[in-house]
């Protein structure tokens, strides 16, 4: 008892220490932003003088994270801005370190940054997505004995930083992938102190040869140390997931060079890490000299995975089927420069959808994303932003290898990371006169050899280049059946065929577009179109809405109801799949994209099972079913205020749920109860044939699961007139909360029959005092959309004040309504 005490009095005594070796601190507020180029970094710092027209009348209060494309990576009416912008603010430096070193530690800015401080330029570096840190030190000091610093900067120091996103075929990723290369400061930037000999980056590796065993922790450290200190103590303090102290470690140093292994531990039965029970050791590291402190501390968890040739993943011993997603740096109203709290939320929500394991497009993110998949067990395949458009020259070879290295060293210690990704879609030419396979080939295995040099330990792996698919540890072809090739019936055998061509196969990205809100009565109606047999991959053109054989989608309505039959049959099959490793859905929020500007939400990217705002689609729950234990139920249609169709006519009523069996009552009638069966195609056996007629229903389910019962209710109309074209448009307030109005429109023939099939692209306006929000990317907040079911919604601030808002759309006539 009395050395458990003392354990936690040690572990009490450390975290106090830590925090008070604290020595960083994020720099949000007080900046001021310009979305062009200046003539120089004097127009940033020079004296302004009141009245003074030659002054730059553009600058901009914002708040860091900040992303030049907040907005108009999804505005319709333009191309989104790529080129400089220019940041500064003034900020106070006292390091309480002597001989120490200030840094400007960032966790991300795009896409080349160069910094400045007053006039002098101290750093630059290329690459959006790695962290990287510019030493102030020098230029700090020199600056302080200016006498500037004391009269127009009042004892502060200016920071001014130019971030550029400009076109550049030298540099990746390439401008013809699938997502917006964002600008700016659009990660945080912290003010770091250090002392005169400090941390680099520490190297935990925590290692099991057999589950039950023994584990093995390696502590490696590079150091940096400018004034070539001779000596120095290290401390090595190691506390379990419970927070109790286990083990410490003291050394006496004399050596600096190089990545230094310093301590190698081992303990009894280490408790293992898991998508179930993600269990972290926390492992600080100090180094003391000349009476100064610097200290980090680093989450490891130990866990043993392998992915079998021509067999499933295990993890700890056991076959774990990954149940993946992807993710995108993508937000409604910011871009890419997301909060902590957006980024946790997001998170979240993956795993309440049920995710183990999260594949990052295509680019290195945040440590942000990576801790809370640490914390909250989500396994992770992390990958280098080369992506399409072939291989570049020199300059292009070297930041590619520079960004996979300082990926690994950042993210090494990460127990949720199993696999490091070499790229996606090489195979795609078009930003180089030349594509040649061989020298891809060559290249992809430098890169190949440099990931395993870096970090023997984790698995590597590509997406789409099958003629580098035997370089790697772990390939994944082009699978998507029933979208842009095949039916998705098909999905199984074409999964099998592609598995007996690789050692290891694991299926990242499948799925398919839908519109938010629109709904369909015969979804499956284009597969009657499409040719079956002729495989199930992405060809060159398939992407596009025009042209070409046919194909879902170009032909299919894009509506969720689609999209809920194609993930049902792909999560049914995976449960029969013994073989597979596993999957990941592509992806999980939408994202906005340079090359869809004719998608029904204009540049954006509609595969996701949530918008760019966090609103779930129905194909959310439909995961949840498959995915998730807790007792859940869905009623499918909650976004779907009107069905159709003929009197009488018996229509399908869907309910995903995870429960063992649901009950359905209509207008309070019983229609009984249904198992659940997974392979009982669709929504699992859940599924009733309800009659119809002109009116209103209520839909309520009662599922139970053991003991614990679930409910989930809707009304929707039942409307039998049928409708004739679009003729004329309606406009309305239909909701008003706290300054926001809801804005609807609604099409009809022109009989007033709501045309409940019609997709035209309308358009909002405003004139007046209210404003739109729109260049959210998502269904309810964008400018011009294309209607789900014959209307729209938009969302405006009504600033107490009076405006008219417009609504267009070709070959109808224009409506207002005053508000």
């Known amino acids: 008892m009395l050395k458990k005490v003392s354990a936690i009095l040690l572990f009490f005594l450390s975290a106090c220490q830590l925090v008070q070796a604290q020595t960083s601190k994020r720099l949000i507020n007080n900046w001021e932003f310009v979305k062009q180029d200046l003539g120089g970094v004097w127009e940033a710092v020079r004296p302004v003088k009141v009245g003074n027209p030659e002054e730059l009348p553009f600058w901009q ?319 992770v395949w992390e990958e280098i932003p080369w992506c399409r458009g072939g291989l570049g020259g020199p300059t292009y070879q070297a930041q590619a290898k520079r960004m996979l290295t300082n990926m690994i060293e950042q993210h090494y210690n990460h127990p949720s990371i199993i696999i490091w990704g070499l790229g996606n879609e090489n195979d795609w030419p078009g930003d180089f006169t030349e594509f040649d396979q061989e020298k891809i080939r060559t290249f992809m295995k430098e890169l190949n050899q440099l990931s395993h040099q870096l970090d023997p330990s984790r698995s590597i792996a590509i997406r789409r280049c099958d003629f580098c698919r035997d370089i790697v540890d772990v390939y994944s072809p082009s699978i998507w059946a029933g979208w842009y090739r095949g039916y998705y019936t098909e999905y199984k055998d074409v999964s099998l065929e592609e598995f007996n061509k690789s050692d290891r196969f694991l299926h990242v990205e499948w799925g398919g577009d839908s519109h938010a809100r629109r709904h369909s009565e015969n979804p499956d109606n284009a597969l009657s179109k499409v040719k079956k047999g002729g495989g199930a991959d992405e060809r060159a053109g398939d992407a596009s809405l025009y042209g070409g054989a046919a ?74 079913s498959y995915w998730t234990t807790t007792p859940m139920v869905h009623l499918y249609g909650h976004t779907w205020p009107i069905r159709w169709g003929e009197p009488g006519e018996e229509k399908m009523v869907k309910v995903y749920s995870n429960c063992d069996e649901a009950e359905l009552f209509v207008n309070g009638k019983s229609f009984g109860i249904r198992k659940r069966d997974s392979q009982n195609f669709p929504a699992a056996g859940l599924r009733w044939q309800v009659p119809m007629n002109k009116g209103t229903y209520t839909f309520k389910v009662v599922a139970k699961k053991g003991k614990v019962v679930v409910t989930d209710e809707i009304t929707q109309e039942y409307q039998i007139e049928k409708w004739d074209k679009p003729a004329k448009m309606t406009l309305q307030k239909i909701d008003e909360k706290d300054g926001i109005a809801t804005i609807e429109v609604k099409v009809f023939d022109a009989k007033n029959v709501l045309c409940l099939d019609a997709i035209n692209l309308v358009s909002f306006g405003l004139v007046g005092d209210g404003e739109l929000i729109r260049d959210q990317g998502t269904s309810t907040g964008s400018a011009k959309v294309q209607l789900y079911n014959g209307r729209a919604l938009i969302k405006m601030k009504t600033n107490n004040a009076k405006s008219v808002i417009s609504v267009q759309s070709k070959g109808l006539p224009t409506v207002f309504l005053n508000q």
Not at 241 to 267: C, H, V
Not at 585 to 591: M, S
Not at 596 to 619: A, C, H, L, M
Request: glycine share 8%; proline share 5%; hydrophobic share 35%.
């Open 61 to 379: 209060k914002v708040n860091l994270p900040h992303c030049f494309n907040a907005t108009d990576a999804v505005d319709p009416d333009v191309n989104y801005y790529q080129g400089p912008g220019w940041y500064r603010t003034n900020i106070e430096v006292e390091n309480p370190y002597e001989k120490g070193r200030t840094l400007l530690h960032f966790e991300g800015a795009g896409q080349k940054t160069a910094v400045y401080i007053y006039n002098i330029k101290v750093a630059e570096h290329v690459g959006g997505y790695d962290e990287w840190t510019a030493d102030i030190t020098d230029a700090v000091a020199k600056f302080k004995k200016t006498e500037v610093f004391k009269t127009q900067f009042k004892g502060k120091i200016p920071v001014v930083i130019r971030c550029d996103n400009s076109r550049d075929l030298e540099m990746i990723p390439s401008n013809l992938s699938d997502f917006n290369v964002y600008g700016g400061i659009y990660r945080y930037l912290n003010l770091v102190y250090t002392p005169q000999l400090s941390v680099d980056k520490l190297f935990a590796k925590a290692s099991i040869s057999d589950v039950g065993g023994y584990g093995k922790l390696a502590v490696t450290a590079r150091l940096t140390n400018p004034d070539q200190v001779k000596s120095a103590q290290i401390k090595i303090y190691v506390t379990d997931p419970n927070g109790i102290g286990i083990a410490d470690f003291t050394r006496d140093i004399t050596m600096f060079k190089g990545d230094s292994l310093l301590w190698d531990w081992s303990l009894r039965a280490p408790k293992l890490w898991s998508p179930e029970v993600p269990q972290q050791y926390t492992v600080r590291f100090e180094i003391i000299s000349n009476g100064q402190k610097s200290t980090i501390t680093q989450k490891v968890g130990f866990r043993k995975f392998e992915f079998v040739k021509k067999g499933p993943f295990m993890l700890n011993g056991k076959r774990l089927l990954l149940r993946g997603t992807h993710r995108h740096e993508d937000h409604a109203g910011v871009g890419a420069a997301m909060t902590e709290e957006m980024i946790t939320t997001e998170i979240k929500l993956m795993k309440e959808m049920g995710v183990n394991f999260i594949r990052l497009g295509h680019y290195q993110q945040s440590r942000i994303v990576l801790n809370l998949c640490d914390s909250l067990g989500i396994l």
């Open 551 to 624: 194909r879902v989608s170009k032909d299919g309505d894009w509506s969720e109801s689609y999209i809920a039959n194609l993930i049902d049959w792909h999560l049914k099959e995976q449960e029969t799949m013994p073989w597979l490793s596993g999957t990941a859905y592509w992806p999980f929020k939408d994202f906005s994209t340079p090359i869809r500007p004719e998608n029904p939400v204009p540049y954006v990217n509609q595969k996701g099972v949530i918008e760019r705002d966090f609103t779930k689609k129905e194909s959310f729950y439909i995961f949840q």
